[in-house]
């Protein structure tokens, strides 16, 4: 079945940096873009950015532009979001999730639902 | 920035209630509207994409309208599962949540 597997849950100091791997299985992985999404504990839901597995390309939200790198690796069809200088606000479940398909793209960033999800990575920033 | 807003934050209902949630966009989004369910401890789940395209799998009691600025997401008939937190979220120019509204049992 189609699903997004992520890594397990990290827990950071101050000032260093997490990586986080989305693996996806039950579809072709180059044809879909991924985004991925922060939730703080007892908090609403935070876009962070967004991959094509196709080409690479990325975009990413003016919150976290300079600190977060997202690539894909479509040999194992994984995705990764690394993020550098972490605070204790960076304290989330992190999400990967998948495009519908039948979106529209501007530029190199394309929009869509998301329609499969990641089961989250709880990343804790703690000293 | 496009900024969401949901109304009400709390619903109190019954199970067989219709339950109606609305959303509202600072600026017009088209149609590029998605609702999600999210429960405690899970990831969201894609419910309607689109502002009324029912996602597949999903039980016919949900339903979508609206375009532009103004949405709404409808239960026809609210049942024991159907208890949780739902978002909007805009794909209109890059993504927003809105800050969700939680349906609780009365």
């Known amino acids: 079945q189609v699903q997004l597997v992520q890594s397990g849950a990290e827990v950071k100091k101050p000032g260093a940096s997490v990586k986080v791997s989305c693996k996806a299985s039950g579809y072709t992985f180059t044809s879909y873009g991924i985004s991925w999404v922060r939730q703080a504990p007892g908090q609403g839901l935070e876009w962070m950015g967004w991959i094509s597995a196709y080409n690479g390309n990325t975009d990413y939200a003016q919150k976290v532009q300079g600190r977060v790198t997202m690539t894909t690796d479509t040999s194992t069809s994984t995705a990764y979001m690394e993020l550098r200088s972490l605070r204790s606000d960076d304290t989330a479940v992190y999400y990967c999730?998948?495009?519908?398909?039948?979106?529209?793209?501007?530029?190199?960033?394309?929009?869509?639902?998301?329609?499969?999800w990641g089961q989250g990575t709880m990343v804790t920033v703690s000293s | 920035d496009i900024q969401m807003t949901q109304s009400p934050s709390t619903l109190s209902a019954s199970v067989g209630d219709r339950v109606t949630i609305t959303c509202r966009a600072s600026q017009s989004i088209s149609s590029w509207l998605a609702w999600y369910q999210q429960k405690p401890g899970k990831a969201p789940k894609l419910l309607i994409y689109?502002?009324?395209s029912l996602e597949s799998g999903v039980p016919s009691r949900f339903s979508g309208s609206g375009s532009g600025t103004e949405f709404t997401l409808t239960i026809s008939s609210l049942q024991p599962d159907d208890f949780a937190t739902y978002y909007c979220?805009?794909?209109?120019?890059?993504?927003?949540f809105g800050p969700g509204t939680k349906v609780d049992i009365k």
């Open positions: 689109k502002a009324s």
């Open positions: 999730a998948r495009y519908l398909g039948g979106g529209y793209c501007s530029g190199s960033t394309c929009y869509d639902a998301f329609d499969i």
């Open positions: 979220q805009q794909y209109n120019s890059y993504f927003t």
